[in-house]
């Protein structure tokens, strides 16, 4: 249903990209492995190739609601998405989305820790290192 308030039309996706960012993300919910894995590689698409679009901001949440659910595949490829989203620029260059969206990642710090100890090495290596890009 919160996917349904925000207004994705305001925020600039990959044109790349022929799938709506609602979509991707209920997709990328499922309980189905390979429909998720799918929707990862879809979501990557349509907010990071070519660099990261403003589309990042309002998917953050989901994401974060996901990463805390999802299995640990699904949950490597979200990291992988995170990590794009911490190459924006952090200086005076950024845009104000850009600076929200590493507001944002700076604010699970906590979370994103935790996920450093997970069990499954490569969701833990890539936790850590989105916390030294963070």
């Not at 996917?3 to 709506?20: D, F, T």
């Not at 974060?64 to 595949?73: K, N, P, S």
Request: aromatic share 6%; with cysteine; charged share 25%.
């Amino acid at each position: 249903m919160r996917l349904r308030e925000v207004r994705w039309e305001q925020y600039q996706s990959s044109p790349a990209s022929k799938k709506h960012v609602p979509k991707i993300l209920e997709n990328l919910a499922s309980r189905k492995e390979a429909r998720a894995m799918k929707a990862s590689h879809d979501l990557w698409l349509a907010l990071c190739s070519g660099g990261v679009y403003p589309a990042a901001e309002p998917c953050f949440p989901f994401l974060m609601e996901i990463l805390a659910i999802a299995g640990v595949g699904v949950q490597a490829e979200i990291l992988d998405v995170l990590l794009s989203f911490a190459k924006v620029p952090n200086d005076d260059t950024a845009e104000d989305w850009q600076r929200r969206l590493r507001m944002l990642l700076a604010k699970e710090h906590r979370f994103l820790t935790k996920l450093g100890h997970n069990q499954d090495t490569i969701v833990a290596d890539k936790a850590v290192r989105l916390l030294g890009v963070i």
